[in-house]
């Protein structure tokens, strides 16, 4: 009944909200990454988004497989930005 249904809302916006909080942590350490390639500072660039690499696949996949439908808007910035990253690192990198 309705207890139900609201114990079910709930539990969707804790996870919601436990998304949200860390997709910051894993978008700053891209955005955090780019600035260090801007400084030609690979090395801590590569261990930023290694760490953004981490929170995606331990912190936050596990959300979105409980609840798919999250996937949209903080999940898909800290996508774009770990992207935007990772195509800036191996653009600099010597052939």
């Not at 955005?31 to 261990?47: E, M, P, T, V, Y």
């Not at 409980?66 to 808007?73: D, M, Q, S």
């Amino acid at each position: 009944g309705f207890a139900a249904i609201k114990e079910r809302m709930d539990h969707r916006d804790a996870l919601r909200e436990r998304l949200i909080k860390t997709c910051r942590d894993g978008q700053k350490a891209a955005k955090q990454a780019i600035f260090a390639l801007h400084r030609g500072d690979s090395a801590h660039a590569l261990k930023l988004l290694n760490q953004c690499e981490k929170c995606v696949a331990n912190d936050l996949m596990p959300i979105l497989h409980e609840e798919p439908n999250l996937r949209g808007g903080s999940f898909s910035g800290v996508m774009e930005e770990y992207v935007e990253g990772m195509l800036f690192y191996t653009w600099l990198q010597p052939t």
